[in-house]
C-alpha cells in the first residue's frame, strides 16, 4: 500500500491538475490508451514530499571506506548469504540462464532494498507526474512517467500497487520505468513481469538479465586487489588507460595476495582513496555494473559484496579513514584553482573525470606531491596557499 500523500494548497493543485491535462495529449499520441490513463491519474494529486526530498539533496558525501562499512557491513553479508541459502535453487537456474553468478545479483538486491526489505512505498504515477511538472530534471521524469504508464497498460501491475522510490525506482532492486521496460522479464511464467511482490523471482532474474545485455562476462572478476611497485607513475591510473594483466605485470603490479593477475581482459588501475588506499585492477565487469548505478563507490560496494558472499576475505590494503571528501562547491574550486594555477581541467563542472584527474597529477608533480591523481581537501588547501 502506498504511503498517504499530504494535502496542499489550491493554487498549486490547480496549476498541477492543468499540467495534467495538458500531459494526457503527450501520452495518447505516444500510445498510452484513454483507458489506461484515466485509470492510473485517477485522483492523482500533487506530491509536496517528493519535491522536498528532490530539492533537499543536501551536500552529502561520503569517503568510499565509510560507505563499504556500511555496504558490506557482517550483518548485509550474512543477510545475503542467507538469501543464497533460501533462493538457492532459483538463483543457480537465474545464473545458467542469463549467466551472471548469483552472489552479483544478490548483491545488488542487498544494496538496493536490503534484500527486499526496503523497497519503498511511495506511489510511483503521483511522484512522476510531480517531478515531471515541478522538479529539477523535468524531461527526465516525464518519460519516466511515460514508461510507467506503459507498464501498467502492459498489465504486469496497477497504479495502486505500483510503489518504489520517491525517484521512481521500483521493487527488489529498483528498476526505473524505463530501465524496467528495457530489460525485466517474466521468470516465473505467471505473465507478468512482477518485480514488487514478496517473491522476488522476476527481480533477481530482471537483474541478471540487465547485467547480461550490459556486457556481463562469466568467470571475470569485477577488480582484483593489487599493489603497485615504488615508483610507480601513477599517470597509468584511471579508466583512461587499459592494458592486459601481463602488460601490467611487466610494470611490477601484482596480485594483493600474491602473484601475476590472471588474464581475464583488459584493465585499468583505479585508487578510489588515492596512493594511501587499496589499488583495483578493474575488467570490463567493473562496466557492467556501472551502468546500473555510475558511482564507483556503488560499483566497488556490490562488487565487493558480492566477493564476501562467495566467502572472500576483506581488502589486503587498509583504507586510509582519514580527510573529508569534498563537496560539489569544492571540486569546482580545485577546478578553477587547477587552471588558475596552469593546470587547465578543460572546465570546472565540479565532477573529477579523466581531465581533472590528469591536472592534478601534473600539479602533484611539480608540487613534490605523490602524483596519484586523488582530490582531496588536503590538495585544496594546499592550492588555496600557492
Known amino acids: 500500500?502506498?504511503?498517504?500523500?499530504?494535502?496542499?494548497?489550491?493554487?498549486?493543485?490547480?496549476?498541477?491538475?492543468?499540467?495534467?491535462?495538458?500531459?494526457?495529449?503527450?501520452?495518447?499520441?505516444e500510445g498510452i490508451s484513454d483507458t489506461?490513463?484515466?485509470?492510473?491519474?485517477?485522483?492523482?494529486?500533487?506530491?509536496?514530499?517528493?519535491?522536498?526530498?528532490?530539492?533537499?539533496q543536501a551536500e552529502f558525501t561520503r569517503a568510499i571506506w565509510d560507505y563499504l562499512d556500511s555496504a558490506v557491513s557482517p550483518e548485509r553479508v550474512a543477510n545475503g548469504q542467507e538469501m543464497l541459502r533460501r533462493y538457492g535453487p532459483t538463483l543457480d537456474r537465474i545464473e545458467r540462464r542469463y549467466g551472471v553468478e548469483k552472489e552479483v545479483v544478490v548483491a545488488i538486491w542487498g544494496m538496493e532494498s536490503r534484500y527486499g526489505?526496503?523497497?519503498?512505498?511511495?506511489?510511483?504515477?503521483?511522484?512522476?507526474?510531480?517531478?515531471?511538472?515541478?522538479?529539477?530534471?523535468?524531461?527526465f521524469f516525464a518519460k519516466q512517467l511515460i514508461a510507467a504508464l506503459r507498464i501498467i497498460q502492459d498489465g504486469d501491475v496497477d497504479a495502486r500497487h505500483m510503489t518504489g522510490s520517491w525517484a521512481g525506482a521500483m521493487g527488489h532492486t529498483q528498476f526505473i520505468?524505463?530501465?524496467y521496460l528495457a530489460y525485466a522479464v517474466d521468470f516465473t511464467g505467471d505473465g507478468k513481469r512482477d518485480i514488487w511482490s514478496e517473491d522476488p523471482t522476476d527481480a533477481l532474474a530482471s537483474t541478471a538479465a540487465y547485467l547480461a545485455r550490459s556486457g556481463w562476462?562469466?568467470?571475470?572478476?569485477?577488480?582484483?586487489?593489487?599493489?603497485?611497485?615504488?615508483?610507480?607513475?601513477?599517470?597509468l591510473t584511471g579508466k583512461g588507460v587499459s592494458k592486459s594483466p601481463s602488460d601490467w605485470a611487466t610494470l611490477g603490479v601484482r596480485s594483493a595476495t600474491g602473484g601475476m593477475v590472471p588474464n581475464y581482459g583488459s584493465a585499468s588501475i583505479l585508487l578510489?582513496?588515492?596512493?594511501?588506499?587499496?589499488?583495483?585492477?578493474i575488467f570490463g565487469n567493473f562496466r557492467a555494473i556501472s551502468r546500473y548505478n555510475s558511482a564507483d563507490a556503488y560499483v566497488i560496494g556490490v562488487g565487493h559484496l558480492s566477493d564476501r558472499l562467495k566467502g572472500k576475505g576483506p581488502f589486503v590494503q587498509d583504507w586510509p579513514r582519514t580527510g573529508k571528501p569534498l563537496s560539489s562547491d569544492q571540486k569546482v574550486e580545485l577546478q578553477e584553482r587547477l587552471t588558475a594555477a596552469g593546470f587547465d581541467t578543460q572546465g570546472t563542472d565540479g565532477k573529477i573525470g579523466a581531465n581533472t584527474t590528469e591536472a592534478i597529477v601534473a600539479y602533484q608533480k611539480s608540487r613534490g606531491l605523490p602524483p596519484d591523481g586523488y582530490a582531496t581537501l588536503e590538495l585544496l588547501q594546499v592550492l588555496r596557499k600557492s
Open 217 to 235: 562476462s562469466k568467470g571475470q572478476p569485477w577488480a582484483v586487489e593489487v599493489t603497485l611497485p615504488p615508483g610507480f607513475n601513477y599517470g
Open 177 to 179: 520505468p524505463t530501465s
Open 1 to 29: 500500500m502506498a504511503d498517504p500523500i499530504p494535502a496542499t494548497d489550491a493554487a498549486t493543485e490547480a496549476r498541477f491538475e492543468a499540467w495534467l491535462a495538458g500531459f494526457r495529449k503527450r501520452a495518447l499520441a
Open 117 to 139: 526489505a526496503h523497497r519503498g512505498s511511495t506511489a510511483i504515477i503521483p511522484a512522476l507526474a510531480t517531478l515531471a511538472y515541478d522538479g529539477r530534471r523535468g524531461s
Open 36 to 56: 489506461t490513463w484515466r485509470r492510473a491519474t485517477a485522483g492523482i494529486r500533487y506530491n509536496p514530499k517528493v519535491i522536498e526530498r528532490d530539492r533537499y
Open 272 to 281: 578510489p582513496a588515492g596512493a594511501k588506499g587499496p589499488a583495483l585492477m
